[in-house]
Structure formats: structure tokens, C-alpha cells
């Protein structure tokens, strides 16, 4: 076996195939933010702050019939091993074009037009699946915000190591695996809001690698609810008589 | 009445149930979900059913009345940016225009700085047009525009500064000088 997973399946960072990294979401952390969250994914730490609905500035942008996303995901100096330049980098705005795609089927944006919605995500140290972690935050920051939204969207990635099908990919089997596939997911409407593969994959270790990672999101949901219902709710953590909603599968 | 929580896409009822109203909406399954975090209401008599957001989410609508400054005039036409709505506050920082019509003259009416309570008349090409034909409607503070003091209402459509005496036109509020006009949430 590789050096990414040994022979009992056991991989680099002792997790199993199918595990997890630990996941820590804090909701309404900025008191100056109209919504915000907090997530550690692993040993991602990632702040995201939502403003609006507000004006559009520059005017032209506005939009009759909704409101515009704007999305920006930036990693800080300090967030990797060598000091990274604060200038947007062609990765950090391709992030951010994917994060709006990925937000946007989850958000009524119909409800508020001629303005804008900011999305600002700050990444405070990197650990590989960040962007996944960022598009969770992101979700329930919207949601702290107000904001009218379909569903949460839950993000989380796959991909092959050591020959192997596994869950959540950090930052060394990222750069030494053989794929990784980030998705986003909206887990009551059982929609895929993105989808990336990065690497090569047969079509049945496609077929499983999405599966696997759409099982991932759906363990990030419940966490994102929890979060939720702890900031809102804190007394009854699965809702009303009804039982706080949500799929039955 | 039946009270219970839900996040944005919980499944609420369905539509040969229930009517949605704020906070709901209408999936192509047939379902009604909830679009926000907050309280579902199941009105049963009535058979309509709301989800009341923990946080609300202010947009100016025809017939508010909203609180701003201007912060630019034209010959016709002033801007006003607006930061309570319905007395509540707002940072969105909307802007709202007026545009004077025939004999008026908008430059008689405010300066720029000053306080104004106007009523959305309408929203038309992505601009919050706002009317003052109201005599509650108009400059609820304002300062004087030649030595920057204090000014008195002299009458409807004057004040006067108690500094330099210069008599200054502008459109009031009839509460004008009141302090309560000022003291919104």
C-alpha cells in the first residue's frame, strides 16, 4: 500500500475510508455583519461574514428582477506554511465564481431585487477541502443573515487515495492523491449545486466517489442544523412538536 | 394555532393542505418549505401557514415612510439616503430620488445634510421615487446653510437661523423642531 493509506485501510491522518474530519460550526460570531459564521473543518478555520441585502454599487449592476451575489473567498497571509501575497490569486477567484454558483440555486434571490448580497469568506489557515468548508459556512451565514433560501447547501469532497475511494481528502492527500471531487449539496432538494474532479476516475469509481461525497454532505447538514438550532433554538435543539423538519430518507 | 421551528428547505406541508404566505415557498414536489430560519404558524381555521423570521429583512416598499439626509441636490432633483424605514433602522444605505415637477423648485425645498421624512410613492427603473405631499412629509432637521447654527421655524415653508439671522426656504415637516420626529428605533 502507499504511504497516504496503510493495509488495514487506515489512512495518513488515522482516519478510515469512509470517516470525517472532526467539523465545528459557530453561527453569529461578527456582531457588525448582518449574518456570519465560524467553521473548523479539520484544520481549516474559516470565517464568513454576509452583508445585505443592500445597495448596489456600482448602480448599473442592479438587476430589475433580483438581487445580485457577489462572493469572495481569500486566504490570509498566515493561513498556509509559507506567507501567501493577500492579492487575489487565480485560484481565490475561481473559488469565489464556484462558491456563488454553488450558493446561488439555494438562495430566493427573487425576493430582493435591485440589490446585493456580499458572501465575504476568509479563510484563517488552510487544510485542504476548503472550499468546501468556506460554501458551508457561507450557507449558514445566509441563513443567520435572513435571507430567504430554498435550501442549506452542504459541501464536502471525495476522492481517490492509495487506489481507494475515500471521504473528505485533506491537504496532503489532495496534493498526493490520485483525484478529489469537491460537491456541494442541497440535502432536502437532493440537488448537486457543484460539482469538480480534479484527477482521474473510472466511471464506477465516479459513480461511487459522488456517492461518497454526497453522504459526506449529508453528515455536514446535520451539523449545519445543529448549529443553527443551538443559536436560535437552544432549548430544543430538533425543533417543535414536529420535529425540527428535514428529510426523511 | 400550532407553533414549531424550522431551517430554510424543511418540509412544512403540502399544498392541497395548507396556503403559504411570508417565509414559505412552493417546491415542484408539491411541497411547501420553509425559506427561513424562524416559527411556523399553522393558521387552521383559515388554512394558511407562515414561518415568522427570527431576523427581518428591510426594503423600502411603495407606501413606507422612510428617513434620510440628502445628500444631492440638482436643479430638479435631490437624492436622499435613506436609514430608517417604517422608523426602524436600515444599513443597506438605499438611495431614494425626488424629482420636482412643474413650478417646484427642489432647491427651495431642502439643502444638502438636511433631514428629511418622505413616503414612497413609488418604485420605478430601479429607483425609489419618494414624495413630500404630506404635511407630515419634509425637513425634520436641518441647519443653517449659510453660518452652519441652529434655526427656528419661522413657518411652513421657512426658518431662520439664531446666529446670523439669514431666512432660508425649505419644505417642513409640520413636527419640525419636535424632538420625537428625530427619535426612531
Known sequence: MSRLMSEEGIRIDGRRWNEL????????????????????????????AVYGPKEVHPKHMALPDRSVLRCR????????EERKNPAPSRREIEISKITREALEPALILEDYPRTVIDVFIEVLQSDGGSRCAGITAASVALADAGINMRDLVAACAAGKVGGRIVLDINDEEDKMGEADMPVAYLPNLKQVSLL??????????????????ISGCMQVYSIQREALMRKYFATDKRGGDEGGGGEEE | MRVR?????????????FEGLDGVYQHSDGMLRASRVGKVTYDLKQRYVRVNGLKSILLPKVGDHVIGFVHMLTSNSANI?????NELRSDARFD?????????????????????????????????????????????????????GEVVRLNAEEVKCVECNAVSSRKLAEDYGNVNALRCS
Open chain 2, 81 to 85: 439616503r435613506i436609514v430608517y424605514i
Open chain 1, 196 to 213: 469538480q474532479l480534479d484527477g482521474k476516475l473510472t466511471a464506477d469509481e465516479y459513480r461511487e466517489c459522488l456517492n461518497l461525497a
Open chain 2, 5 to 17: 421551528f424550522t431551517l430554510p428547505g424543511d418540509r412544512i406541508a403540502t399544498i392541497e393542505e
Open chain 1, 73 to 80: 473567498y481569500h486566504m490570509l497571509p498566515f493561513s498556509v
Open chain 1, 21 to 48: 474530519r472532526p467539523v465545528r460550526i459557530e453561527v453569529g460570531v461578527l456582531k457588525n455583519a448582518d449574518g456570519s459564521s465560524y467553521i473548523e473543518f479539520g484544520k481549516n478555520k474559516i470565517v464568513v
Open chain 2, 96 to 148: 431614494a430620488i425626488y424629482i420636482g415637477r412643474g413650478k417646484i423648485k427642489v432647491q427651495n425645498m431642502f439643502r444638502v445634510g438636511d433631514m428629511v421624512r418622505a413616503k414612497v410613492a413609488s418604485i420605478l427603473n430601479g429607483y425609489i421615487h419618494v414624495t413630500f405631499r404630506d404635511s407630515n412629509l419634509g425637513v425634520i432637521y436641518t441647519r443653517c446653510n449659510q453660518c452652519g
